[in-house]
């Protein structure tokens, strides 16, 4: 959901309303959800340990700016974010990433992401 989200926000062709709507209510209640779950599970999404559940969903939280969100209404999902992001690992893997990760995409990138007719310097990007 938070992919969609994303999508229509920030790569679609033409705003639709809806579409911008209907995922972002969804991704408001995710985050909602995993709040909850963050407050009654201490410090990680399944307990005390960190665990992929934690690896799988932060780089989804990462995004949470371009999804129109805030952590300022998600304390306990700020507070677990920040201490991920703190993390070693994290900051290395997140370190390949950002160098690995092209400072725009190419038209064959494009093409793949958003179809036919997207490969125009125009295009979502």
């Keep these: 959901m938070l992919g ?3 999508h229509f926000r920030v790569y679609a062709r033409e705003p639709i309303p809806y579409t911008i709507d209907r995922y972002a209510r969804e991704t408001e209640r995710l985050y909602g959800e995993l709040d909850l779950r963050l407050a009654a599970m201490a410090t990680h999404v399944a307990g005390e340990a960190f665990t992929l559940a934690d690896m799988d969903i932060f780089p989804w939280v990462v995004t949470h700016n371009a999804e ?3 952590l300022d209404d998600y304390p306990a999902v700020k507070a677990w974010f920040a201490a991920v992001r703190a993390r070693p690992g994290v900051q290395a893997g997140m370190a390949v990433g950002r160098a690995a990760r092209p400072s725009e995409m190419d038209a ?3 093409h793949n992401l958003f179809g036919p007719g997207a490969e125009k310097a125009g295009s979502p990007a």
Aim: glycine share 12%; hydrophobic share 10%.
């Design 68 to 70: 129109g969100l805030t």
């Design 4 to 6: 969609r989200n994303s």
């Design 108 to 110: 064959e990138t494009r």
